[in-house]
């Protein structure tokens, strides 16, 4: 497979400074579905963290002074280059993540249309007139603030979608006008890597030195000299809960915008449509093989469909196609690697052991790497199934009496990313969207619904900070008030 790879990216080679830098160490990416080899990919040392530090910083100026015009057109410019790099950018993500085709062909749509959005966003970077005479001291003065690039901003992504959160990294530090350092994931770096190179080109077709974009590909080593040196103005990253508490505290004073995991709730109500339910979770649950932060965990049956919802959802199962992730037909792959088809299989026993009861199939045996579309009935509230995120292709059901009490059960989390319910009363939906404790509220379609363009985190500990192109450009901005007197007193 590594033979046929064609790839933008020089081999072995990381984007460092102005030039690409051979890397003396690689590692392989390797397909998840057959564990065949992808593509040695390079990896960074300590230093080279550093040197792209200092690279980032020295070009910190003349990145500040790219007008709103010359911003807009490398982010126009990019994205005709992804647009035309589609397709193969598509087939990349299907190799290093074993996602589906269709959930990388999702991915790469979104990419497009995140590099579409900011680059429409930078002629919105506007600041406001603030009334200083509302005190006494302020009459005769003038007051405005306006939006300044904060500085060097760190993007840090996740294995499960590395182009689209990149990119929703990258295009708003280029809106923003601040160099930005990219951290892939280091078992999904390779249509990152491609990104970078297709960027850095459009960079040199405007003139604007490369050490403006650069990427490093590493351990936990390397990232922490990135997070935690004072020249990072903002961290933004999009990963686990654990590693992000733990970027934040490293990161800290500085500010860091934190997209983090969840185990989603997603509540059936009485009135509620059941086969349009029933589908939703279908869709909801298991597309990118399960490994998405906002698909469907926890499903909250009020007690009337309860039974209804249960038997349509086992007997749909088997409309969810498990095979080869470059065929179209394909919903579920192989997860990431085989520690993660462990960590979700024990999951799921421990459930069992405490009581949950196995509806359908269950993951099934042989490769543990392939964990099939799993339903789990009166799993306990205090098992790790429900409480903690399983990031794989299972779903935990659980019945109460009220909507009032299901919103009370998906709150008792300390996760809070996204919710959805299922309603058809407009009181139950507003009662949702008021009461329920999460960044987005999805009626009547799955939690994992996102526009890219719309304010996307979380509370509690699903993170900090809002991604979508306005906001992510927002937070990588600093404001600047200007208290003017015309005429100085004596």
């Known amino acids: 497979m590594s033979d046929t790879l064609s790839l933008l990216a020089p081999a072995g080679a990381l984007p460092i400074g102005t030039e690409w830098r051979t890397s003396e160490t690689s590692a392989p990416v390797v397909f998840p579905f057959d564990g065949s080899l992808v593509a040695n990919a390079p990896v960074s040392t300590v230093q ?11 070009a910190r100026f003349e990145v500040a002074a790219l007008s709103t015009a010359q911003r807009r057109s490398i982010l126009v410019a990019i994205t005709a280059r992804v647009r035309a790099e589609a397709g193969r950018l598509e087939d990349l993500l299907i190799l290093e993540t074993g996602k589906p085709r269709r959930d990388c062909r999702v991915e790469v749509s979104r990419t497009i249309v995140t590099l579409e959005a900011t680059a429409e966003e930078v002629a919105h970077l506007r600041g406001e007139t603030v009334p200083l005479d509302l005190q006494e001291t302020g009459r005769g003065m003038i007051g405005y603030f306006t939006r300044k690039p904060a500085g060097v901003v760190i993007g840090i992504a996740g294995f499960n979608y ?28 390779l249509a ?18 490369a050490a403006a974009v650069q990427l490093v590909n590493g351990g936990p080593e390397v990232g922490e000299v990135l997070v935690s040196d004072p020249r990072a103005a903002v961290v933004s990253f999009t990963g686990s809960a654990k590693i992000g508490h733990l970027i934040a505290r490293q990161a800290a004073p500085r500010k860091a915008v934190l997209e983090l995991g969840s185990n989603t709730g997603f509540i059936v109500a009485a009135d509620a449509d059941v086969e349009a339910a029933v589908d939703a979770v279908l869709r909801g649950a298991f597309y990118a093989n399960g490994q998405a932060c ?28 498990v095979g080869d992730p470059r065929s179209d037909d394909t919903n579920v792959a192989h997860v990431i690697n085989s520690g993660s088809g462990d960590r979700i299989r ?44 399983i990031f794989g292709p299972v779903v935990c059901l659980a019945t109460v009496d009220s909507v009032d009490e299901a919103i009370d059960l998906v709150n ?6 996204q919710a959805a319910i299922y309603t058809a009363s407009l009181e139950s939906a507003f009662d949702a969207i008021d009461r329920l404790e999460v960044g987005g509220v999805v009626v009547n379609e799955i939690p994992g619904f996102r526009s890219d363009i719309m304010p996307y985190g979380g509370v509690k500990d699903s993170g900090i900070g809002r991604e979508g192109p306005r906001f992510a450009v927002e937070e990588f901005t600093v404001t600047r008030m200007a208290m003017i007197r015309p005429k100085a007193r004596r």
């Open 48 to 58: 080279d963290s550093r040197d792209a530090l200092d690279a980032a910083e020295a």
């Open 162 to 189: 590395p182009l689209l959160l990149a990119t929703h990294k990258l295009a708003p530090a280029i809106a923003a006008a601040c160099p930005v350092i990219i951290k892939p994931a280091p078992n999904t770096p």
């Open 192 to 209: 990152t890597l491609e990104l970078l190179a297709i960027t850095r080109e459009v960079l040199a077709d405007h003139g604007v030195t």
């Open 294 to 321: 906002i698909s469907v965990q926890r499903v909250v049956l009020e007690r009337p469909i309860a039974e209804q919802f249960t038997s349509r959802l086992v007997e749909r199962l088997s409309e969810v196609v």
């Open 346 to 389: 024990a999951v799921i026993s421990a459930a069992v052991e405490a009581g949950a009861r196995m509806l359908g199939d269950g993951p099934g045996d042989g490769d543990v790497a392939l964990v099939r579309p799993t339903v789990l009935g009166d799993v306990p509230t205090d098992a790790e199934a429900w409480n903690e995120e």
């Open 412 to 417: 008792h989390s300390r996760y809070g990313l």
